[in-house]
């Protein structure tokens, strides 16, 4: 008689042992599966069934508690489908390994969930992928639900298809250093968004139809190697995070403002306003910064040198508060005493409306930072083939990047056309640039890009992917002439 895969699931879901490694086989055995189809009929990766009819544990059992009927794909296409997810989800994790999976997503979830709201809004989009990870094990519509609505899900599920597309095209030592890397990219303190960004360009690329090979895991120096027809191109990918330059890092300003917030939580305002920590030298001088504040937050006659704090009353906030014109208040929150260069968190406390503003001793210069990305990229590449840098600004609200674009666009030589002949201009350096066909920067979209595509069974299904800005930048000096519209 066979097993219905309800029953086999129920006992996958069990310790293992070799009466369960030899269900499986009989199962597959009695379908006529290959191990490859059993796989699929399972929704979970090869390479995990195959451990299982060695007697290996399930890693993740909710994998068994979907449907079984998941089609294979007709092709690697990057493109994800809703119907795709669930598979690509198992593979993942699969390729990881559920102890680095558990070691770093846990950890930063940990850290957040310790943290008041207010404060982890600090680190932006950082951590998008370790909260949205969590979102889909936990789904509440069914294990791995992919809501193509939702832009940070689509996100994230793209990220986590295009690392699969990514492994699969690599040779085993390349493979290893891309999981060590990942791996290490999950942790506290670190930041997935660079690998996100080489592989939203690879992606792009292969959109175009043009073949990209992974070339810094293997020689470092540039990342993609892209295959045109009037022949190959180098890429480097950069990021720059929102506190590139800055001389106080993210990680700082959220330990200023939960102590800041700690100490809120205990008292009542008598009114609404700024509270401002303005450092007096790099934060690289200053000592205790958290425990400083909080001695002057308690009262505490212990002398401190290294900021000054003080606040400000803001009627206006406690006026929009009071008539609950909240959309106005937000705005207000976000604009009024705020110049883009700090970092800001909120509160609400028994009728009053308080924000703490951590100001750096000078506000970072992020045009000559991006000059000296600039040059570093170019100089990571080889110099013999034509060049394409690729910036994408992390965690910057799209709609500010979108005036430096449209700027740049109407002003010849102006905004990022100076910034890009600062860097590349063979009169600024002796270091000749000119194989450097173009820079493109791009910013994080907040939309979502939805289309048609014909899906492994031959149908269309709908697919979704994240929209965002771009703005090229050609070098009229580069010694490539022959371009190609990428």
Known sequence: MTMSIEELRRLLASPPTIATANA??????????????????????????????????????????????VPLQAEDRPALTQSDFPREFAEFIDFLGTADVDRGINKVNKRLAGLPAEVGAIYGDRYFFQQQFLKFVDSDKSPFFLDIYDVRAVRAASLIAGINRTKRSLNALDRERFRSKLAA????????????????????????????????????????????AKGPIEVECKTLSEDTGSQLKKDMAVALAESFFRHAKKHDFSESGLFTMTLRTPSAHCKRLPEQLQAVLSGSDTPYSDFDFTFTPVPKWQKLLDEERIDELQRALRSDYNDGEFSRSVSQRNGRVVAFDVRPHALPDLNQKVIETLKEAADQCTGNLPAIIWLHFNGHPEDEIQQVFEFSARTPGGGLNSTVAS???????????????RVRFSATGASLLRRLTPDSDRMLRRFVSQGGLCFDVPNPLTKFRDTINV
Not at 36 to 43: K, P, Q, T, Y
């Open 185 to 228: 990219s999950l942790a506290l303190g670190s930041d997935l968004r660079q690998i996100e960004h080489e592989i939203r360009c690879a992606t792009h690329f292969e959109q175009m139809g043009f073949k990209v090979t992974f070339v810094d895991f293997e020689k470092g120096g540039f990342d993609l190697l892209v295959t045109t």
């Open 24 to 69: 499986l086989k009989e199962w597959r055995t009695l379908n006529r599966y290959s191990q490859a189809e059993g796989a699929i009929r399972l929704g979970v990766p090869l390479r995990t069934l195959q451990g299982w009819e060695l007697g290996r544990p399930m890693p993740y059992p909710d994998l068994l508690q979907r449907a079984s009927g």
């Open 423 to 437: 860097a590349l201009h063979p009169d600024v350096s002796s270091t000749n640039r000119s194989h450097v066909q």
